[in-house]
């Protein structure tokens, strides 16, 4: 299944550097999500684009920074990370940002900091 | 928030048994309930959803209960084979700021050894 594409698949960096992750779904989808998945915890959501709205932030530190120029594609764009989020970051889309949505996730970038 | 509590973390089992895996929401505005199967290196896939007007749901091997009073799910896969082992995760629709999202699991490692 290639309906969410996700790039880089791996990304290393420092923490002063700037680097973006690039989504993008050919599902006609109009909402698409930024999970964090951690080892041993939970998928942890941090950002949800309904019809290229921001409708949620689930609390997230202001070094992340989403963009959705359209329904299709969602970035990330990171500055002066930390260690500790060193994840794999995951993007998913639906058809709608509703209840009963089933999420349809990419590949995910690993995201390492030293 | 609102939690999503997932047992058990991990599990193994012998080829052609069953395996159960249960999980608890707090929410009880929630009324949709998916599950997804991540592979080692790979996406979480949904194998799985229940709405809450339904009680059961079938589909193979695998099959869903719901029991809304009890606000508990569970996923059971009958006749395990070797490519069921993954991390299979159950996740809760949840109300935020301003519509609907995910709430994840922490998963549960299946091991179906031949």
């Known amino acids: 299944e290639t309906g969410v594409t996700q790039t880089p698949r791996h990304l290393v960096m420092g923490m002063t550097n700037k680097k973006s992750l690039k989504c993008e779904q050919h599902l006609g989808h109009n909402a698409m999500y930024w999970y964090k998945q951690s080892a041993k915890k939970p998928l942890e959501l941090m950002f949800v684009?309904?019809?290229?709205?921001?409708?949620e932030n689930n609390s997230v530190p202001s070094r992340f920074s989403p963009e959705c120029p359209n329904s299709s594609h969602l970035f990330l764009h990171l500055h002066t990370l930390q260690p500790e989020d060193s994840a794999l970051y995951l993007c998913a889309s639906s058809q709608e940002a509703g209840r009963d949505q089933p999420q349809h996730f990419g590949d995910g970038t690993r995201l390492s900091i030293l | 928030g609102e939690n999503v509590e997932q047992h058990p973390s991990t599990l193994s089992v012998q080829e052609g048994d069953s395996a159960v895996i249960k999980c608890t929401y707090s929410d009880s505005a929630s009324n949709y309930f998916p599950w997804y199967k991540q592979e080692l290196g790979k996406r979480p896939q949904l194998i799985i959803d229940?709405?809450?007007?339904?009680g059961e749901k079938k589909d193979q091997r695998i099959a869903v209960t719901l029991n809304k009073t009890a606000k508990h799910f569970s996923l059971h896969i009958t006749e395990t084979q070797p490519e069921d082992s993954a991390v299979y995760f159950c996740?809760?629709?949840?109300?935020?700021?301003?519509?609907?999202?995910?709430?994840f699991g922490k998963g549960t490692s299946l091991l179906v050894t031949p």
């Open positions: 684009y309904n019809f290229k709205e921001q409708t």
């Open positions: 996740a809760a629709s949840i109300r935020g700021n301003s519509g609907y999202a995910l709430n």
């Open positions: 229940i709405r809450s007007n339904v």
